[in-house]
């Protein structure tokens, strides 16, 4: 299974940049985007079913803001659309497909974790996301296995970004979000949890991890960039991740598309 990421900054704009024409050339079994900043009248019929995926959504109520989306070209046997946290549910932040057989629980969700780089009002909205996501992710581990894709807007360790020094201060590397993803993977407490599968793939990697740049100077151009895009896995799946790529070659947003090869099928 061929599973892609990709924070699109905006739909339509990904598109005009040749983002569904790329897409046919990956033979992509899943395809989870992130911040649509569009609604339903904007998105279906014109990008609900690119390549033969079909797309599920998630919208913001707010218009032109935030929202998420989920390709499969497989049929799912459930859909959840959010994560049962009015506030963030109201922002389109989780679309989640899943695809129960017989003695086999398995979910793909798609995620946009907030951002808190614009004041101090969002960071605080980005830390009670973290404190609501961590029970629902710890929950939903406990039942199923499941791979989330999502630009979680944290670069987890020094590696992962290229200004690691300069920005310790900034949001997206605060320690308290840092120390969230250490809960996360287990390497706070030992107890083992979610994988980050890109760094199981590549544990060494620097300079070219990187699936975000800012739009400010020539941070693309110097590749001064932060990795904020991921696939996160319980271990049974993550053990079944065989190739990490980011695409580079293009430009359809101000992110790179992360894809990872899954030695499984829906």
């Not at 079944?240 to 070659?249: E, G, H, S, T």
Request: proline residues 5%; aromatic residues 12%; contains cysteine.
């Amino acid at each position: 299974m061929r599973f892609i990421t990709a924070n699109l900054n905006g739909i339509r704009s990904a598109a005009t940049k040749g983002f569904f024409d790329w897409l046919p050339q990956q033979q992509a079994d899943a395809l989870g985007v992130q911040e649509l900043k569009a609604q339903a009248d904007a998105v279906e019929g014109q990008f609900c079913s690119p390549d033969g995926l079909k797309g599920h959504f998630h919208y913001a109520q707010k218009k032109g803001y935030s929202g998420v989306g989920l390709y499969t070209r497989e049929e799912p046997s459930d859909l959840i659309v959010g994560f049962g946290v009015p506030e963030f549910d109201d922002e389109g932040r989780w679309i989640e497909k899943r695809f129960d057989k017989p003695g086999r629980k398995l979910s793909l969700i798609s995620c946009y974790f907030p951002s808190g780089s614009s004041g101090p009002e969002r960071q605080e909205a980005k830390y009670r996301f973290l404190a609501a996501m961590a029970p629902h992710l710890a929950a939903l581990k406990a039942e199923r296995e499941f791979i989330l894709v999502a630009d979680v807007n944290i670069a987890h360790k020094e590696a992962d970004l290229k200004n690691w020094k300069g920005n310790l201060k900034n949001s997206g590397f605060l320690p308290e979000e840092r120390a969230w993803l250490d809960q996360l993977f287990g390497q706070a407490d030992g107890q083992g949890g979610l994988v980050d599968v890109y760094r199981q793939l590549h544990p060494d990697t620097t300079d070219a991890c990187y699936t975000w740049w800012s739009n400010r100077g020539q941070a693309y151009a110097k590749n001064v960039g932060w990795r904020l895009d991921y696939h996160f896995a319980t271990p049974k799946l993550a053990a079944l991740a065989q190739r990490a790529a980011i695409y580079k070659d293009q430009k359809f947003s101000d992110h790179a598309p992360l894809t990872v090869d899954y030695d499984f099928a829906l």
